[in-house]
Each structure stands twice: as C-alpha cells, then as structure tokens.
C-alpha cells in the first residue's frame, strides 16, 4: 500500500489494487449481515454503508444525508425503476466532480435521455456482435496463448489487463503502444480512487486525481482529434460518436472527449471483478465446469447467476426528489436512499434457494448490471468480453482447474467486489 501512498503515477496494478483498498470495508461476512437485515430490519432508518462498512459512496464526502438503506428486492426495484422520484444528479458533486459534472451517471430526466440516445446505440447487441470476432482474436492470440506452455498461471494477470485492451481499442485507442494504454487505464483508475471519504486519504489522493483528470483528458482529446482528421468514418466508440446525431444535436469534440473520459473507468475494472467472479465460481464447482465446457451455450447463464450471486457494485444510492415514505421511513426531498443490491439479489421472497449459485434457475431480474433508467450502457460489450474469455480458457488450458498448491480465491469487498487472485493450473 505505501507505494500506492507515495506514487502520483500509479502503475496499473497499484491504481487497481488503490481502488480494491478503498472499497474493501471491514472483514465481515457482508451477506450474512444483509440477509440478517432483510430479515430483522429491511427497510432501515438511516446510513448502511456508513454504519457498517465505512467506504465511499459516489456521492462525495459531502454529500446530503442518507436516511434509508433498503435491503428487499421489492423495495430496491421501485426505487431503482423511479427515476423521476429518485434521481441521480447528486453524483455530479460526489464522483463526478472528477469528470467535470459531465458524466451520464450524474445526468438527470431530459439530459439524461438525450445523453443516452447518444450513446446507446454505440452498445446494443446488434453493434458490439460485431466486434466479437476481435475480441476471440486479442484474448487468444494476445494473452492467453503465450501462457499454454506454462500450464499454470493467476488468471488475474489476464483478467487485470484484457478487459482495458479490449475496450480501449473498441473506443478508438491505438493499440500497437501497450504501455500508453496501460497509463490510460492507471488514470481513469486514479481517479476512482480519488473519491474518499477519510480527510488524510483525502489529500493523499486528491491531488493524484486531480493530475489524473488532467492528463486523461488530454490523451483522449489527443485521440479526438485524430480521429476527427481522419473522417471519425471509423467503428471505433469515439467516430461513431462523432457521427451521432440525436434530436439535431451532435456532441462537439469537448463533450466526446469528456464523455469517453467519464466512460474509461468502468471499461475494464468492473469487467475485471466481474470476471474474477465468474471464473472463481466456475471453478470451485468441477461438475459445473464440464457442463460448460461440453455446453457452450451455458456460459450466458453462468454469467448472469455471477452477476446475481456476486454483484461487483453491492449497493446503489439514488435521492429523493420529494418528500416520501418508504416502508414506514420519511425521507425528505433531497435525501439519499441506499439500495442494498447485494441484498435485494439474494431475497428469498424473488428467488428460490437465492443463497445457491444454480446457473440453471428461472431467470428474473437482478441488479447487478444496475436497473431502469440507469442500467449498465456498456453491458453487453462486458458479457460479450465474458464470453469470449470463459471460451477461451476451456478451449486452450485443458483440464483447468483451481491450483492446489495455492490459496484458494476468496471473492470479497464492501463496494467493487471479486477476487485478488485465481491460480490455475491445467494439462
């Protein structure tokens, strides 16, 4: 941790394990204490994440107070499917300070819907399909098999650093300088890390996200540019925004530049621990993983229970835009409601035997991409990278499996949950 301290300029793997730290929270047992809430006190009075985690929200250090935390999935959904009542804008003061307000978490009703008719289209399945071929190509050629040899390897080595690859070129990044990317992704990270709530962190890491959001900015704007010289005629994320039109407005290189920034740092972090989880969960189960491995068509499945059963962000805050009572609660306009989606995707009440990780249930709904207006818009690009990575593996490291000479991996986290490490080995 000290060189996380003492570096402006964290190396990857440091602004990774920077942003783990902050969110880690204490070493309970996070989904014993929900469904001991759920149970005794589901709609609870107060701040959840405060009393018993003690880690940032997105809503900054400053933030108004929060006066419910909710823990049923009934309760989370009607909030999260509210977005007139219960609204997002309170981020652009918390986490989006550091992307200068301009970021479509932060955005609220009309802006929101324009910024989203925007983007969408860049990320629906019809588009991103079509990178697929490419992305099986880099994951095989590139990463993994140089490692076939080996017959063991942290799958995390791969997980850290193919997410931010994929995505990266998919935006309009070069790819042929893989250290200048790698900084890329070190500053979109230092910037998450940057959203503390303790005052000694606070000036720790401030100012590295201050230089960060600097230097991020000018890269992109660097990549705008070219691509704007070169016809922005490309398929690549940043061209095809240029190109979007969406009710006779297009964004100018400012807002492209601003809004690719505010993107980059869930591009390959949140697929990372999402993919942590996936592949620790498959693997801790050698039945399951012949399954798959004989059924390709399975791998959806196991995804979305990962995403049910472990939800990277465990928790989402929404505020009251008017006074309401939720649950026998009063929550006044502009308080914050804490949805407990770790919680919510267990409920015994919506999902049957919720505490077994069962990739053949009914499926329904869970929280783990978000929900309503606010759902994961790069969604489909992360299950497509999933995919082709869990494809991947089974095909060239025969016989994989957990390395028993090695700890076993341990998913874990207050907020931004996975696994450190996934040590493998194989035939």
Same mark, same amino acid.
């Given at each position: ?100 307000? #301009?970021?479509?978490?932060? *955005?609220?009703?009309?802006?929101? %819907? =324009? +910024?989203? $008719? ?97 230097? #991020?900015?000018?890269?992109? *704007?660097?990549?705008?540019?070219? %691509? =704007? +010289?070169? $016809? ?196």
């Amino acid at each position: 941790m000290s060189t996380t301290l003492e570096n402006p300029m964290l190396d990857l793997e440091a602004a990774y394990h920077a942003v783990s730290d902050t969110y880690r929270g204490p070493d309970i047992d996070l989904q014993a204490l929900c469904r001991e809430m759920r149970h005794k006190n589901p709609v609870m009075k107060g701040d959840f994440v405060a009393t018993h985690l003690g880690i940032p929200t997105n809503a900054g250090a400053s933030a108004a107070k929060c006066e419910v935390t909710l823990f049923r999935y009934q309760d989370v959904l009607a909030v999260m499917r509210d977005a007139t009542t219960f609204t997002n804008g309170f981020i652009a003061e918390g986490l989006g300070g550091f992307f200068d307000g #301009l970021i479509i978490l932060a *955005m609220d009703g009309d802006a929101h %819907r =324009r +910024a989203r $008719g925007l983007l969408q289209p860049v990320f629906m399945p019809e588009t991103v399909n079509r990178w697929r071929p490419e992305l099986d190509r880099v994951i095989r050629e590139d990463f993994l098999a140089p490692l076939v040899p080996n017959r063991h390897a942290d799958l995390m080595d791969f997980g850290l650093y193919f997410p931010i690859r994929e995505m990266y070129a998919l935006m309009g990044f070069p790819t042929d300088d893989t250290a200048k990317f790698n900084q890329y992704a070190t500053w979109a990270l230092a910037m998450v890390a940057g959203n503390q709530i303790d005052p000694g962190k606070i000036r720790i890491f401030g100012p590295i996200a201050a230089a960060a959001v600097k230097h #991020l900015y000018d890269a992109v *704007m660097e990549v705008v540019l070219q %691509r =704007r +010289a070169a $016809g922005a005629d490309g398929n690549d994320l940043i061209s095809r925004l240029m190109r979007a039109e969406y009710e006779g407005h297009k964004l100018d290189d400012h807002e492209v530049t601003t809004f690719v920034r505010s993107l980059l740092p869930a591009a390959g972090e949140t697929t990372t621990r999402t993919f942590s989880s996936v592949i620790t969960l498959l693997l801790e189960r050698p039945a399951l993983v012949e399954r798959v491995r004989n059924d390709r068509s399975l791998i959806p499945r196991l995804i979305d229970e990962a995403v049910r059963y472990e939800p990277v962000a465990t928790f989402k805050v929404r505020q009251a835009a008017r006074d309401i009572e939720i649950g026998g609660v009063k929550v006044r306009s502009g308080g914050l409601v804490q949805c407990m989606v770790m919680s919510a995707n267990r409920d015994e009440d919506v999902f049957e035997n919720a505490d077994t990780f069962d990739i053949d249930r009914k499926p329904k709904p869970s929280f783990g991409f978000g929900f309503g207006a606010h759902m994961c818009i790069g969604q489909f690009v992360a299950k497509i990278e999933l995919q082709c990575a869990v494809n991947a593996i089974l095909d060239l490291f025969p016989n994989v499996r957990l390395d028993p000479a090695r700890p076993a991996p341990k998913i874990a986290g207050a907020q931004l949950r996975g696994a450190k490490s996934v040590p493998v080995i194989w035939d």
